[in-house]
C-alpha cells in the first residue's frame, strides 16, 4: 500500500465516525492545522503515534443511567451509541483500506486557509504519492476557499482573509 492509503487508512480505520472517504482524511491530513501530523523524511506522520481511537472519546461521552433517566423525564430518546458508548459509524472501520482509496464528498466545511497547514509546509522532496495527494486535496478546497459558504463569510475576519488571499495564492501554483 502506498504511504497516503496507508496513512488515510489508519485515520479512517482509528475515526470512522469523522472520515468516511478518501477526501475527508486527506482533508484532516493536509488540511487541518494543529492534527498532529508532521513531515519526516517525505512522509507525512502522525507526530505521536497515538493509538487511541473514537472508541475512547466515545465511551467516555456515553451516558450515564442517570443522564438517561433525565433525557427520559425530558422526553428525549437518547440514540443507542449515546447509551452504549459504541461508534456510530463502526461498520465503516472495517472498510478503512477500501476507503482511502475511494474519493467521496468533503461533507462539511474545509479548514480555514492557514500557510502552516501541513499542504503549504510539504518538502520539496516530498514522496509522490503524497505531491500527487497535495493536488487532489487542493482542487478540492481551492474552490470552496475562492467562494466560502454564508456560513464562512458570516464568521470572517480579517485575519481568515488575509489568509485565504495568501493560500489561494499558494494554491494556484501547486495546481499549475
Not at 472501520?93 to 475511494?102: D, F, M, P, S, T
Not at 459558504?149 to 495568501?166: D, F, G, P
Amino acid at each position: 500500500m502506498d504511504p497516503v492509503s496507508a496513512t488515510l487508512a489508519d485515520l479512517i480505520g482509528r475515526y470512522p465516525c469523522a472520515y468516511s472517504n478518501r477526501t475527508q482524511a486527506l482533508h484532516q491530513a493536509l488540511i487541518v492545522l494543529g492534527n498532529g501530523m508532521v513531515w519526516r523524511h517525505g512522509l507525512l506522520v502522525d507526530r505521536a503515534g497515538d493509538p487511541r481511537d473514537c472508541r475512547d472519546i466515545h465511551q467516555r461521552s456515553r451516558l450515564t443511567a442517570a443522564e438517561t433517566k433525565l433525557y427520559a423525564a425530558a422526553g428525549i430518546t437518547p440514540s443507542t451509541e449515546q447509551i452504549t458508548g459504541a461508534c456510530p459509524a463502526e461498520p465503516v472501520r472495517a472498510r478503512a483500506a477500501e476507503l482511502a482509496h475511494e474519493p467521496g464528498p468533503l461533507d462539511r466545511e474545509p479548514y480555514p486557509p492557514s500557510l502552516q497547514i501541513p499542504l503549504f509546509l510539504m518538502p520539496a522532496d516530498a514522496d509522490p504519492h503524497w505531491q500527487h495527494a497535495a493536488r487532489e486535496i487542493a482542487a478540492v478546497v481551492a474552490p470552496l476557499w475562492q467562494q466560502p459558504s454564508v456560513a464562512v463569510l458570516a464568521t470572517e475576519n480579517e485575519y481568515t482573509a488575509h489568509q485565504r488571499t495568501a493560500a489561494l495564492e499558494r494554491i494556484a501554483a501547486l495546481l499549475t
